[in-house]
């Protein structure tokens, strides 16, 4: 197994002069009309002038079952010989090759199955001398002084890795190339064997290089009683509820957590929009998909309930959205999406018979009503006054409150407006006063009836559902001045038959805010969907344009979350899988008379990044179940200069790619197009012939003699690009993301 220490992939990375072979074996290009090309120069030992390679591992990934690996990772060292040898001069880089390995007894590299761990995407840079990463913390996603991302975001989106120059030393000599570069085209699990090259005269240069940054993004995905980690057929291991992918038959090729469904683990927290129940009525305004019913449903239902969703044409619920507690089950919730506009079971036609609810605040509020009174327990600080006061949103509505005193004793009162009030005639029975073991808390239970033995005592009601409070506890045993004091809302679930859950600020499709929320970190949600003609997705409404319908994709996989639901136990979870990438730089010497820079950008026409595939409908034939999606963009300068088309690697992830064309959008003439290359059939060798995997043949101009077509101008240009998915099955997570390289166009 790999040596634990960092030093041993340093020294690994020694500098093999002379022939370049490659490293992953013959690669193909396409033709521009989709057919895979061979070109001699895609084996860097026949490419023009010679090249030659180092090679760089990065540090172990370790990871259990379901787990995401997603960070910049401790930076490597670049080899001796490469930094001594270019140290004051350029290096140009121009093409490398990437694989994912753990090492055997034998000292040997073994190549680890993409079905086992799934690259989602990476991201690299390569800094020289002059320049230094640095780690900012940003003010929002949107801060200006992050980098551009390339599509697939940020790790953590208040953090940033910036690569600032250093300051020169006064008579030092002038940069005579870029300090640092950028590596990541056809990233994703494509990755092994798309061809990451330029044609001849084209290269990535960096002066003085000495150090290399790896961001992977991995999903573990290896069951580890029925899959080896040297190749073997994929078995699904278990998965969350919302994943799409069969796990069984001749189709259950990959699993369903390379598509990063969203799981239990993850509450979604919408900031634009608003929600509440009701009892009564109709719904001033009704949600209309089951997504958002779902989405909502979670900030009623309490923390740590399981939740049990239904979606169908029902006559015995309430049209829409409806939720409620199970009869039977004390930690289950119900939620149901009815389809049937026209059910008799209406709103005000809800007999509730019971309800419950808690609220976590200064003071923890559960109360249980039905028609033999209300049970109301409250928790607070053991040995000074704490109390609760209802319907109420200030002292100034002088509410009807319950004190409990530092001795467990309690009392009534009417509060009044910021002072203590009148108290009032005992209504409740104290059920129990218990203190915590550790002395911290106590807890009092308490019952009494639903009407208020006075006008001054609250009464509840079975139809109301949601309660305003206020509560407050002091700094003495004795009722006085509060030490602390806040609002909050409790809101109670029938039990039974559901209530309605309706929307109270409508927020149109796309334009929800919030973030997804996995233990103690909140990912904001960035999702945004262009109109037409520049993305198809938000006429479709895709569930990838809005927080509330969002049901997977990448910005649910995040540093190791576990992509399982959170009642399934993390299988073997004392067997961790352990690897390295491994990256393999061809490089020549820098000559200005022949190698041109070439310039990364990434154009994108889902949300930007990623969408949602719906399955074709029942019974469609197989090979017409294809999904399609359109945009159409311009092309702008780049440093104010025109630029044309010389690299194209178009991004997206298996099994669901069926192709990407881009065409000119004024004259349709068709630029490129790529059709993925998928294993077991028989194309790539042994290693990475798995059934699934995919590679995707680049487009790439250069010269005639080299067998290309010349560069495509792009600078004020329009294009149209159109991604073609399969739909046999629904897919989470999709991506449409060109990754191309432009080149500065020549006076």
Not at 72 to 101: A, H, N, T, W, Y
Not at 647 to 676: K, M, S, W
Request: net charge negative; charged share 20%; proline share 8%.
């Amino acid at each position: 197994m790999w040596s634990p220490l960092l030093v041993w992939a340093v020294a690994a990375c020694l500098l093999r002069a002379g022939a370049a072979g490659n490293m992953n074996g013959a690669y193909f290009l396409s033709d521009y009309e989709g057919r895979p090309v061979h070109r001699n120069f895609t084996d860097f030992e026949q490419y023009p002038r010679g090249t030659e390679y180092f090679d760089v591992y990065s540090p172990v990934i370790s990871t259990k079952y379901s787990q995401v690996y997603w960070t910049q990772m401790d930076v490597v060292q670049l080899p001796p010989d490469i930094v001594k040898r270019f140290d004051g001069k350029v290096m140009s880089v121009v093409g490398f090759e990437i694989d994912q390995v753990f090492h055997n007894e034998k000292d040997e590299d073994v190549s680890v199955p993409i079905n086992v761990a799934y690259n989602h995407h990476f991201e690299s840079h390569m800094i020289g001398k002059n320049a230094v990463m640095e780690k900012i913390h940003l003010s929002s996603p949107e801060d200006p002084r992050a980098p551009p991302h390339m599509g697939h975001g940020r790790p953590d989106p208040l953090v940033a890795w910036v690569v600032r120059e250093r300051q020169r030393v006064a008579g030092a000599p002038s940069p005579t190339g870029p300090s640092s570069q950028a590596f990541g085209d056809g990233n994703g699990g494509e990755y092994r064997k798309s061809w990451h090259g330029y044609a001849p005269g084209y290269a990535q240069s960096i002066e003085s290089p000495t150090e290399f940054y790896i961001t992977p993004m991995q999903i573990d995905t290896w069951h580890r009683e029925k899959m080896n980690l040297t190749g073997s057929k994929f078995v699904s291991g278990p998965v969350p509820r919302n994943s799409l992918a069969p796990t069984a038959g001749p189709d259950a090729l990959y699993s369903g957590l390379l598509e990063c469904p969203v799981t239990t683990r993850i509450r979604k927290t919408v900031t634009n929009a608003g929600y509440e129940t009701i009892a009564t009525g109709t719904c001033p305004e009704t949600i209309v998909s089951a997504a958002e019913c779902f989405q909502a449903a979670a900030e009623f239902a309490p923390p740590g309930t399981d939740m049990k969703t239904a979606t169908g044409n029902f006559r015995t619920a309430p049209s829409g959205c409806s939720i409620g507690r199970s009869n039977t089950e004390a930690n289950e919730v119900s939620v149901i999406f009815n389809t049937n506009t026209q059910s008799p079971e209406a709103c005000g036609k809800v007999n509730i018979s019971a309800s419950k609810g808690s609220a976590t605040s200064l003071v923890q509020l559960e109360v249980e009503l039905s028609a033999r009174g209300a049970r109301i327990t409250m928790t607070g600080p053991a040995y000074v006054w704490f109390g609760v006061g209802f319907d109420a949103a200030t002292m100034g509505d002088l509410p009807y409150t319950i004190i409990i005193d530092g001795h467990g004793d309690v009392t009534e009162r009417k509060l009044g407006s910021h002072a203590p009030g009148t108290l009032l005639k005992p209504s409740v029975h104290v059920e129990s006063s218990t203190v915590s073991k550790d002395g911290k808390t106590r807890t009092v239970v308490l019952t009494r009836r639903l009407t208020g033995i006075t006008s001054e005592h609250y009464t509840f009601d079975l139809r109301v559902l949601d309660i305003p409070f206020i509560n407050a506890y002091g700094s003495s045993a004795t009722f006085g001045y509060h030490k602390d004091k806040t609002a909050a809302k409790l809101s109670l679930l029938p039990v039974g038959p559901g209530a309605c859950l309706c929307s109270t600020k409508p927020v149109p499709f796309g334009q929800a805010e919030g973030s997804l929320n996995y233990g103690n970190q909140s990912i904001g949600f960035t999702n945004h969907c262009k109109k037409q003609p520049s993305s198809d997705l938000l006429h479709q409404k895709n569930p990838t344009c809005d927080l509330r319908t969002y049901v997977g994709g990448q910005t649910a996989c995040h540093h190791l979350w576990y992509l399982l639901d959170a009642d399934q136990e993390i299988p073997w979870n004392s067997t961790s899988l352990e690897y390295r990438l491994k990256f393999r730089f061809h490089f020549q010497p820098y000559d200005p008379t022949f190698h041109r820079p070439v310039v990364r950008e990434t154009w994108g026409i889902a949300s930007p990044v990623e969408y949602d595939v719906p399955q074709c409908p029942a019974g469609t034939p197989t090979e017409q179940c294809v999904h399609k999606i359109t945009g159409t963009f311009t092309v702008g300068e780049s440093n104010g200069k025109n630029v044309s088309l010389v690299r194209a690697n178009f991004h997206c992830h298996a099994p669901t790619c069926l192709g990407f064309e881009l065409y000119h959008n004024d004259t349709g003439e068709l630029i490129c197009r790529q059709t993925p290359l998928y294993g077991g059939k028989g194309i790539f060798q042994p290693r990475f012939n798995e059934p699934g995997y995919i590679a995707i043949p680049p487009c790439v101009w250069g010269n005639s003699t080299d067998g290309l077509r010349p560069p495509v101008p792009v600078s004020g240009q329009a294009f149209h690009a159109v991604k073609y998915a399969n739909s046999t099955y629904g897919h989470h997570g999709e991506m449409a993301w060109m990754q191309v390289h432009l080149a500065y166009d020549e006076p």
